[in-house]
């Protein structure tokens, strides 16, 4: 009987995971335009790739949600994993790992360039990587409830 109520509470919280995704991409979509729109940061060519796998991010887990579409992991983890692709890469150039030179951040803004830095070590780069982060894990552990899956 144990086992039949842990499966129960883990399918509860894995069910719940969905929300945890949407909310991140809410607040990774909201903050990156509260940089660009009312702080005036100018983003970056890699900030602008990582927008463009976020931004539909936020319609699709909302259209989602609401649907309860129970293969929302179908749509969400392409677009999630190329964003955590681009902001791993993003982060090994913010932190000099690989060289700028390398890369096409020498037009226009710098990839490099710390427009802000919260506590003496989170930045703009480290945000998206935590956002992208989260909504892929959150995505490969989601499970729907039971009632969601039938169709």
């Known amino acids: 009987m144990t086992d039949l109520r842990t499966d129960a509470q883990g399918a509860s919280w894995r069910s719940a995971l969905v929300y ?6 809410l607040v990774a979509t909201l903050g990156s335009l509260f940089f ?6 100018t983003p970056c060519v890699l ?3 990582q927008r463009i796998f976020m931004y539909p991010l936020l319609v699709i887990l909302t259209v989602g949600v609401l649907d309860r579409d129970p293969r929302i ?4 983890l392409p677009l999630s994993v190329l964003g955590l692709l681009v902001s791993v890469f993003h982060n ?8 700028e030179e390398v890369t096409q951040c020498r037009l226009g803004v710098s ?6 830095d919260f506590a003496g070590f989170i930045d703009i780069p480290q945000m998206s990587l935590v956002a ?10 989601y499970r729907p409830k039971e009632s969601d899956d039938v169709q």
């Open 47 to 49: 900030c602008w790739y």
């Open 111 to 116: 990839c490099t360039i710390r427009y802000f």
């Open 73 to 76: 992991r179908r749509y969400v």
């Open 20 to 25: 945890v995704a949407w909310a991140q991409a």
């Open 36 to 41: 660009s729109e009312v702080m005036r940061f």
């Open 92 to 99: 090994l150039l913010f932190y000099g790992v690989i060289p």
């Open 132 to 141: 992208f982060t989260v909504i892929t894990v959150a995505m490969l552990l």
